[in-house]
């Protein structure tokens, strides 16, 4: 029988379209080619929630898909989770101030939509973190370059801190909730296949077929496959068809015991630090998830086969990352033993997402999430809703970009700025912070 929508990939993503059109009464099938929801990058996201945005549509975004989470039970409409609920854990985000314009931009963009956020002097920070150093590195450099090893050019002037940004406890639980909860809307999942062609006439969609010969059909398809975004927009003849791209890029993130004698956990908050290219936040454990915020001399890792991705920790990575750690923390003592993961970003060409419909009808994308979107995955799933029930009734989206009130705080979203033919952003940071 065929669907009204099939949805390419249960991450995320995935699972939170499937729960959105589902709700909206259209009958739904998601494939993937892993065997259960939230196994791709999704299961290995900082899941950082904030809202310091290099856009004011960014913040908007990023405020209303907070208010998901912090609802996120009673949005689900279900109590079958036998495995719990995931949650937001609300430490705020302290974001050193290194970058004097960005700083500027942060706080016009946060005011501009209404963000609450306090600007705190370097002994404001330290008294609240007395843990952390407040030095000023010149920004970032590797441990096998000799700058890294000079001291401190001055101090930084303080920190920007949002006292409502934290992050997820469990990014893979949040997939697995929203897949029981599109499930019990009479959405199917079909787990360990592979979507390996795109079945269209050249102006319309059809459905997809799987590696095992198998064909869905539908008149809707979304591509939700996260860093595999691009493979599948190109079986789908759309390679050349977007003005902004997507492509896989590697990234590792590392994880490692709190300083003796912090509890990190408990006094620990999300850190946004470019001084030195990074950020990092407390993990169960009393362990700190250190992620990297892609600082120029670390170059980047594009990835040209995904199915031979390394997942290994690398030595170069970790010893970075955690040296860099242990500038910003004086008493971390970097472990030796590695411990960390390595998935893939699916980076677009300005590190913003694109939620929109393409040049062939009925096939829909929701991709280039460039490291910075599992925060926004419930409100953008309920933007691609409708989105899809918009143009396939016949809106003009790309003539009449859609609004959409969010549905918590009733901001309205202009779907245009997600737009896969927008112009490249100029205020990107070029970086996983969008
Ligand atoms: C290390 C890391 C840290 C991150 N930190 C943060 C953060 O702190 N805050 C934040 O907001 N975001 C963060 N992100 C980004 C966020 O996690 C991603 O944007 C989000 O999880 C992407 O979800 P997705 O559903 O699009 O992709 P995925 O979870 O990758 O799901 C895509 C699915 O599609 C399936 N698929 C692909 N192709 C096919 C096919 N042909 N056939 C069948 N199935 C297919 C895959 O198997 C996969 O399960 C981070 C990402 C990474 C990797």
């Known amino acids: 029988m065929p ?54 549509d960014g913040v908007r975004m990023a405020w209303e898909g907070n208010q998901y989470w912090v609802n996120f039970a009673d949005y689900l409409e279900t109590t079958d989770h036998s495995h719990g609920v995931a949650h937001k854990v ?43 150093s407040m030095a000023e590195f010149g920004g970032a450099t ?48 079909h787990f360990n296949s592979r979507v390996d062609d795109i079945l269209h006439d050249g102006s319309a969609v059809s459905g997809v077929r799987l590696r095992s ?27 050349d068809a977007m003005a902004i791209r997507t492509r896989p890029m590697r990234h590792e993130a590392h994880l490692a015991p709190a300083p003796p004698g912090v509890d990190f956990e408990a006094d620990g908050a999300v850190f946004g630090d470019l001084d030195q ?32 991705l390394n997942r290994e920790i690398t030595e170069v ?15 971390f003592g970097v472990p030796h033993q590695r411990r960390g993961l390595a998935e893939a970003y699916d980076v677009s060409s300005d590190w913003g997402p694109i939620y929109d419909r393409t040049d062939l009808d009925g096939f829909f994308v929701a991709i280039g999430t460039s ?20 143009v ?10 859609l609004v959409v009130p969010g549905r918590y705080t009733g901001t309205p979203i202009a779907m245009g700025a997600f737009s896969r033919n927008r112009d490249v952003n100029p205020d990107s940071t070029g970086t996983v912070l969008g």
């Open 371 to 390: 490291g910075n979107q599992f925060k926004n995955a419930c409100v953008a799933s309920h933007l691609m809703g409708e989105l899809i029930t918009a």
């Open 277 to 308: 290219g990074m950020y990092f936040r407390p993990a169960a454990g009393n362990n700190i998830f250190i992620g990297s915020a892609d600082p120029e001399c670390d170059g980047h890792d594009w990835v040209d086969d995904l199915d031979g």
């Open 3 to 56: 669907y009204d929508a099939v949805i390419i990939g249960a991450g995320i993503f995935g699972c939170g379209i499937a729960y959105e059109l589902s709700r909206r009464g259209l009958t739904v099938g998601v494939v993937d080619m892993h065997p259960g929801p939230g196994l791709g990058s999704t299961s290995s996201s900082g899941a950082v929630i904030r809202f310091n945005y290099s856009t004011v």
């Open 90 to 132: 609300p430490t705020g985000l302290v974001f050193l101030r290194s970058d004097e314009p960005l700083h500027q931009l942060y706080v016009r963009n946060l005011s501009e939509a209404g963000v609450p956020f306090e600007e705190w002097t370097a002994a404001e920070t330290a008294a609240r973190h007395p843990y952390l």
């Open 392 to 401: 396939t009734t016949g809106h003009d989206h790309d003539a009449d970009p």
């Open 142 to 189: 590797s441990p096998d370059d000799e700058r890294f090893w000079a001291d401190p050019v001055g101090e930084l002037p303080g920190a920007l801190f949002t006292p409502d940004a934290g992050y997820v406890s469990d990014p893979q639980l949040a997939a697995q909730n929203l897949h029981t909860a599109a499930r019990a809307k009479g959405a199917t999942f």
């Open 213 to 239: 010969g198998d064909e869905l059909y539908a008149p809707i398809v979304v591509n939700g496959g996260g860093p595999w975004s691009a493979t599948i927009n190109e079986i789908a003849g759309l390679a």
């Open 317 to 331: 990575a970790w010893d970075r990352q955690t040296m860099r750690l242990a500038k910003r923390l004086p008493d």
